[in-house]
């Protein structure tokens, strides 16, 4: 058990729509990585938030948001939700002594039907 | 051309066997080296962590960084069944925001 956690584990939902994935960090952690991982692309980065603030972009699309809060858990915001963006999105938090090491939380599966 | 290329294999090897995994690299900028060990529709799970060159042995598992050659491994020794996974080499560096850039993955799978 890496003390990330995401909800939740599964969604399956229509075209169109829009779906809100939950991540809390380990402990301690300040930041926060989304990752998308789906079969013809690998795992991807989409975004990084540092103590509530967006650090770095990766390959995220417009129809994608994150937050940080203060609590430090984030969330990521798909919306007009197309076939293609079923995937498994991953959430990583770092910010211990060794920051480049990233913990990973168990994933939602998104399915877009 | 990826930045970092990783043979998807599938790959399997008897139990007891030493397993070489590898990968390539383009970007001369990363820095750090990571390995990590997914199981099938699980987060992958961090294994082993490499700064700049040099080895790094835990346990079975031995990780490699050659940056002159932009080459990384992984050798696990006396390998189990319960190391049959996908094997993900990782890579960052600092001016990157430290996001981490996979490789595709490499299946791994020991029968007894």
């Known amino acids: 058990d890496s003390g990330v956690t995401q909800t939740p584990k599964h969604l399956i939902t229509a075209t169109g729509q829009r779906v809100t994935l939950r991540c809390s960090p380990r402990s301690g952690d300040l930041s926060v990585y989304w990752y998308q991982q789906s079969l013809d692309q690998g795992l991807q980065f989409l975004i990084q938030y540092y103590n509530g603030e967006e650090r770095a972009k990766g390959n995220i699309l417009e129809r994608f948001s994150a937050q940080q809060f203060p609590d430090l858990h984030s969330e990521l915001n798909l919306s007009s939700l197309e076939l293609g963006d079923s995937a498994l999105y991953f959430c990583?938090?770092?910010?211990?002594?060794?920051?480049?090491?990233?913990?990973f939380g168990p994933g939602t599966r998104l399915t877009v039907l | 051309q990826k930045e970092v290329e990783q043979d998807p294999g599938p790959l399997s090897v008897p139990e007891g066997a030493i397993v070489s995994l590898n990968c390539t690299y383009s970007?001369?900028?990363?820095?750090?080296f990571m390995w990590y060990r997914q199981y099938s529709r699980k987060g992958p799970e961090l294994l082993m962590y490499t700064y700049s060159s040099g080895n790094k042995e835990d346990g079975r598992f031995t990780a490699q960084v050659d940056k002159s050659s932009k080459y990384i491994s992984l050798f696990i020794r006396d390998s189990q069944p319960s190391d049959s996974a996908t094997y993900l080499c990782?890579?960052?560096?600092?001016?990157?925001?430290?996001?981490?850039?996979f490789g595709t993955g490499t299946q791994l799978k020991v029968e007894l």
């Open positions: 970007n001369s900028a990363f820095q750090y």
């Open positions: 990782a890579m960052s560096f600092t001016g990157g925001g430290n996001k981490l850039t």
């Open positions: 990583a938090s770092t910010g211990g002594r060794r920051s480049n090491t990233q913990y």
